[in-house]
């Protein structure tokens, strides 16, 4: 071997050492694991899920299997990493929301997400959600979109579910009666409110605010309010 040759195999016989030498070091192995973005899904099932061991190279995560596997929970709909040199992983998650219930058997809950997707089935409801009466289906699957008729549209469901919340009403309403798709009902206590369609929608739930606070709140008021159409006179329209 001539001299320029075997100059150039120390060179790269270096460069290989010196390459072997950061994979094994512990100075790149995982330290530390900053997890953010988790609300459902508790830090030690995503790690869990990470598949890392104590001598984990940053320099060698395998991001795409980790993203498999963590995405492995139903309630995770996407997630990312950033590797902070030396030994420092993020993981960011995106979750999907659970918005509502439906009640496929007595005391026994499916956990919708905004989708529709089935997140889960459990007897206790931890979140003051409101529970959807008059959907169709004949089977669910953990992890997949509830199979309900087309014309149901759970973005509609959403938005007043979402309106609920923003106006403070969600811990009153029993019910989100959903089997007319053209007429959403809410159902508070013993009161019923039939709101229509998505149209006014944040109007209508401002009524039906105003009327609540008017009204007290012992049960003793019943009946149904027509909001598919806002006029003054509803504030007057309670059924006894």
């Known amino acids: 071997m001539n001299a320029k040759k075997f100059k ?9 050492l010196f390459l072997v030498l950061i994979l094994v ?3 790149f192995f995982i330290q530390d694991i900053i997890i953010e973005g988790n609300l459902h899904v508790s830090d030690a099932d995503i790690r869990s899920r990470l ?3 104590a001598s984990s190279n940053i320099l060698l995560f395998n991001s795409d299997a980790a993203r498999t596997r963590v995405m492995g929970n139903v309630y995770i709909a996407d997630v990312r990493f950033r590797r902070d040199l030396p030994g420092r992983l993020h993981v960011t998650v995106l979750e999907r929301r659970l918005s509502a219930y439906v009640e496929h058997m007595p005391g026994s809950f499916l956990f919708l997400d905004d989708q529709g997707r089935v997140l889960e089935v459990r ?10 009466e008059g959907l169709n289906f004949t089977r669910f699957q953990v992890g997949e979109i509830l199979e309900v008729p087309d014309s149901v549209d759970f973005a509609k469901i959403v938005h007043y579910t ?3 919340i923003a106006h403070g009403i969600i ?21 019923e409110f039939h709101l229509g369609g998505i149209s006014n929608a944040d109007e209508k739930i401002r009524t039906v605010v105003d009327m609540l606070a008017q009204l007290p709140d012992d049960g003793t008021i019943r009946g149904s309010v027509d909001l598919r159409e ?11």
């Open 123 to 132: 007897s206790h409801l931890p979140e003051p959600l409101p529970i959807l």
């Open 162 to 164: 979402q309106l609920l």
């Open 230 to 240: 806002i006029r003054p006179e509803y504030f007057f329209s309670i059924l006894q």
């Open 171 to 191: 811990n009153r309403v029993t019910y989100i009666i959903v089997s007319d798709p053209t007429n959403i009902r809410i159902l508070v206590r013993y009161k």
């Open 25 to 27: 070091s512990p100075i």
């Open 51 to 53: 598949g890392l061991s």
């Open 8 to 16: 150039w195999a120390m060179i790269i016989g270096g460069i290989a």
